[in-house]
């Protein structure tokens, strides 16, 4: 089994084919698309293959390390990360074909009017080890 990523934007993908911005969905298309994904999400579960998801809030902060005894430094929110990621869901999956088949059908929720977004998701797998340093030529 390997775990993926299946990563919502709200913009920085290329546009779904049903591009209505949720914020002009009446409130029985909201519910319809929650209740879309919690089925989803329970569907996965019974099959042994959702880790978690959650949707995220449009609100947040850049937090930055500055220094022993300093407080951290926040800036923000920037409308570029607020605006790009919508939500998430991490799946644990036998192959990444099947990461693929499922994040296709995630992408159709129902949007505006009922009908599919067909929304582009990204799926990235989880990085299994850490990165090797390739050797040096000069200490090999």
Known sequence: MAKYLLLKHY???P???NDVPM?????EEISAHVQYMNDFAARLEKTGEFVDGQALAPEGAWVRYDGEGRPPVTDGPFAETKDLIAGWMVIDVDSYER?????GELSAAPG???KPIHEWLEVRPFLGAPPTVPECAFHG
């Open 11 to 13: 913009r920085g993908a």
């Open 23 to 27: 914020d002009q969905w009446t409130p």
């Open 112 to 114: 505006a009017g009922g």
């Open 15 to 17: 546009a779904p084919v």
């Open 99 to 103: 990461a693929v088949e499922l994040a």
